[in-house]
Structures are given as structure tokens and as C-alpha cells.
DNA sequence: ACGAGGTCCTGCGAGC
DNA sequence: TGCTCGCAGGACCTCG
């Protein structure tokens, strides 16, 4: 699923064949997956839209034109790409936009449990105000997960989850930050101890660059923008690999559905 | 402030 | 083989 890494990806791919371009027509197949917006504002906004920029927050990806702001949050199934064709039926295209001088823009997204925003500068304001801070910004400190982490009881793994404490960690990235922390990821997350918080930035912000540099995690459907499966996945420690061997220590790898609901792998022996 | 549970949506794997 | 069923996921919501 895209998290940040996978987000960053395709991305990369296709600003450079967007910035600059102005749209054309704009196609969208269903009325579900829009937030805020209606379809009839949405394409009558893309239409003739200069791109001036496209960027990555959290995990979504943001095109901006003069005259607002399309956001892409891609989901679970979501996945962006610049193409020299219209999509096919059965593509699970929700959204395509012609381009000038050729190409496509097209937004796939099978289970459509992706959304798109239409924002113009004061809402992408908010929007992105709302959101917690990037983790491989700069500024991003041990120090500043540590205050995020201690404003919360919860487990430390749904605050890493949580898009208003931090943006672009979502389910793999986090039980992988946390295995390589060695921190259980039930533990209340102000209960990190500040060697731990320390170990759980840097591992964090290792797993994530080193993610992107492999072009993100191909679990199931996840493509990078030319259509290639990500390689980071082979990388992967306990994602999905409950009842398999713990990399380090051997033990069979823990599974709980304790922590929101969600699936968590975990080493009860390295992870305290 | 927290956990629990429901909602959206559909492909897919499990089970019969 | 062919069906049904329940799960999976991120974000958001309500309720206790």
C-alpha cells in the first residue's frame, strides 16, 4: 500500500512530466472517492490548468496549478502515473487527464479507498497545517518524534501512525521502524524511553530513505511510475511474516490485531 | 484521552 | 470446479 516511500516514487516520476503542461479534458469514472469537491468543480477546475508544481506530503501527492490544488491520497490501492495512453477498461482508471502535447494522467485505484481534494491556497493551507511533520525533513529531530511521542498514552505505533502526529507512516514502516528499534510496538508511546525514541528516529528515517532509494514496497498491486514493482520489499523483517523466524534472534515472529485494529508483526524477544 | 467498533470499497483467498 | 463469505487496508467517524 502506499505509504510515503511509494508516494515519493511515483512522484518522482511523474513531475517531470507534468510541471509545465497544461491539462486538457478530465475524465473521472466515480463520484466516491472525491472529498469536499463535486465533479462538476473538479473538472471544470483541471480543465485548461497550467501545472506548476507537483510535490509529495504525507502520503499524499500534490499537483499544483494556479487555480488550486489536486490532492491524491492514494489509499490503500492508489497509484499515479503519466502514460502515453488512456488507460483500458479494466484498468480501474478513476481518473484521467489529457495532457498538452500528448500523454495522459492517470489515477488508478482499484478499491477506490483513495480520495481527491480540490484545494485552492488558503485550503491547501489548512489542509497541509493539519498534518504532522515530514520525517525525513531536515528539521525532524529525535527531540521532535520525542514530544510527539510523549503527548500520547497510546500505542507508540498507532501514534506513528496517526497522519496529525507524523506524516507518511503508515502500516509496514512502522512495524519495520519499530523491529529495528527494537521497541514493542504495544508500548505506550510515552513510555519510549528517550534511548529508545533516539533508536526509533534513526532507524525511522534509515528505513524510509533506504525505501525510497528501492523505489517502495511492492506487497500486492504497488507499482513505481514506469510500471516496475518496488524492491524494498525483500527488505522487509517482520511485515508479514508472522510465524516466521525473528532475523535476529529466530524466534517465531509474533502476530496481534491489538493495535487498532490493524495487523502487527512483532518479535516479543527483541522488542521490549 | 483513550479504545473499540463501524464505514467506505472491491479483489482475493479460504472454505465448502 | 464454482460458489459464498469474510478479510484486508487508511482515514474518519461515533460512542462509551
Redesign the pocket.
Known sequence: ?P?LPEVETFVRAVRPRLVGRRFLSARLS?D?VL?GVTRRSLLAGLRGARVVDVFRR??HAAIVTARGTLVI?P???GSLTVRGRPAAAGE?AVLQVRLDRGGQLVYRD????G?LLWLDAPGWEAYTGGLGPEPLDPGFSASGLGSILA?????VK?VM????ALAGV???YAQEALFAAGIDPSK???DVAPAGVRRLHRQLVRILRAAIAAEGSTV??YRTGSGARGRFQFELKVY?REGEPCVLCGTLLSGT???????TVFCHRCQT
Open positions: 500500500m505509504e466515480h466516491d472529498r504525507a502520503k491520497q489509499g490503500m490501492t480501474y482499484p478499491r477506490r479507498l480520495t503527548g500520547s498514552r497510546a500505542a498507532k501512525m496517526d497522519q496529525h503508515g502500516n509496514i505506550p508511546a510515552r500486492r498491486d508479514d490485531h491489538a493495535i487498532d485494529g490493524r495487523i
